[in-house]
């Protein structure tokens, strides 16, 4: 059991880095899910644990995806909106 316990991933980096730079909503959750992760694994809970870092994963993918998505609209809309101003 100590082997199983150990090798559910809690995406804490990955959660810390969405939560910083990608998209704060589910930044916030997906940290909340990967230090539950840690919780339930000290507690000895595996599937808690690992049903906490099936959401953290899901979550740090969702909000990385949207905020990549929200800087190139960002970007197109500079871009675009900038170079009317020019002229």
Excluded: W
């Excluded at 997906?30 to 959401?55: E, F, Y």
């Excluded at 979550?59 to 800087?71: A, D, E, K, S, T």
């Amino acid at each position: 059991m100590e082997t199983s316990q150990r090798n559910i991933p809690t995406y804490l980096g990955l959660s810390i880095f969405h939560l910083l730079c990608c998209f704060l909503p589910t930044g916030i959750a997906a940290l909340i899910c990967s230090i539950r992760v840690k919780d339930a694994m000290r507690a000895g809970d595996v599937d808690g644990a690992s049903s906490s870092s099936r959401v953290a994963r899901t979550l740090n993918i969702i909000g990385i995806v949207v905020g990549v998505i929200f800087m190139i609209i960002v970007i197109v809309l500079y871009v675009v909106l900038g170079d009317k101003k020019m002229h």
